[in-house]
């Protein structure tokens, strides 16, 4: 397994839109861990998108299962294409992400989502997700479209923050 590099503000692979997954073979299962190395190192995020890692695959791990304060979620997810196909209703909170290392930003996000997927052997997941977890795969989802949160929020001169430290745990996608 390995550590790979992420990458931030400004370098604009960011951006780039990423393609689905057609193969489900030992060497995307190879990838999938070295990405999950990756969220685990440093900061342990919540979650991590493949082309955060410069691999532009619609490929995600989401881990809700570990905040500071306990929120209903799924456990450790690996998402290989996914979707969602419902979104409900919508709130503000304050979000980060590795490749924003200086920043946060308020965020509106739907509250409860339906998101289908394909796990790492191809086979297809469904989840009904709520709250903090529907967020932070709203969020990891922008990231396989070349969306970083800093391109959602509302007012870049209201509704961006700069981190003093970078924090450990909690908000960080
Ligand atoms: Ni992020």
Redesign the pocket.
């Known amino acids: 397994m390995a550590i790979l590099d992420i990458l931030t503000l400004p370098d604009p692979a960011l951006k780039q839109v990423s393609e689905p997954v057609a193969v489900f073979d030992d060497e995307l299962r190879a990838f999938i861990d070295d990405l999950e190395e990756t969220r685990r190192n440093g900061p342990a995020a919540v979650g991590i998108?493949a082309p955060?890692v410069g691999r532009f695959q619609r490929i995600v791990i989401l881990d809700c299962s570990t905040t500071r304060k306990p929120v209903p979620n799924h456990g450790r997810l690996v998402l290989v294409n996914p979707e969602i196909t419902h979104w409900e209703g919508y709130e503000m909170a304050r979000e980060g992400?590795?490749?924003v290392p200086d920043y946060t930003g308020n965020v509106i996000r739907a509250t409860r989502i339906h998101l289908v997927a394909r796990d790492p052997q191809g086979a297809s997941l469904a989840f009904d997700m709520e709250g903090y977890e529907a967020r932070a795969a709203q969020?990891?989802i922008d990231?396989l479209d070349g969306m970083l949160f800093v391109d959602r929020v509302v007012s870049r001169r209201t509704d961006l923050f700069k981190r003093k430290v970078y924090q450990k745990g909690g908000k960080i996608?």
């Open positions: 998108a955060q992400c590795l490749s969020h990891e990231h996608k």
